[in-house]
């Protein structure tokens, strides 16, 4: 980048008023917090939002889990990997052989209640951190942001 003066402001206006590089930078900070917390069950922070979303909708379609969360296919089915292979995820196909099934195993339950407590922990920090207040306007305001 050149020496310009205006340059460098638009860049830093650009880099302290962007939406999309604070949230990511934000969510990054975030997230390695609560993967060191789920460390010890050997789940990170986006594993932990599919079993809880699972949790919450029992069987469901692969693209209806997809649209749900706001992934893509591929990155859904590239977080559900592990998941899958560690057995705590199910997957069965549909009547309409192309549509994939997911589904919580026992062993999927039993691991989401012990990451329980660890995802709380951290949960607690964060309101600490913020405050309740500005923790439910923040989620308020995110869920603004993703309507259509």
Known sequence: ???NPEDLREAARAATRCANFNLRRASRALGQVYDA???PLGLKGTQ???LTALALLGSV???QLAREL???RTSLTRNLRPLLREGYVREDRGEDRRQRLLDLTEAGRRI???ALPLWQAVQD???GRLGTERLERLLSDLAAARAP
Do not use: I
């Open 1 to 3: 980048m050149t020496e």
């Open 37 to 39: 917390a789920l460390r």
């Open 48 to 50: 932990f939002s599919l």
């Open 61 to 63: 379609p692969l693209s």
């Open 70 to 72: 706001g992934m893509d």
């Open 112 to 114: 989401y209640r012990e």
């Open 125 to 127: 920090q964060v309101e």
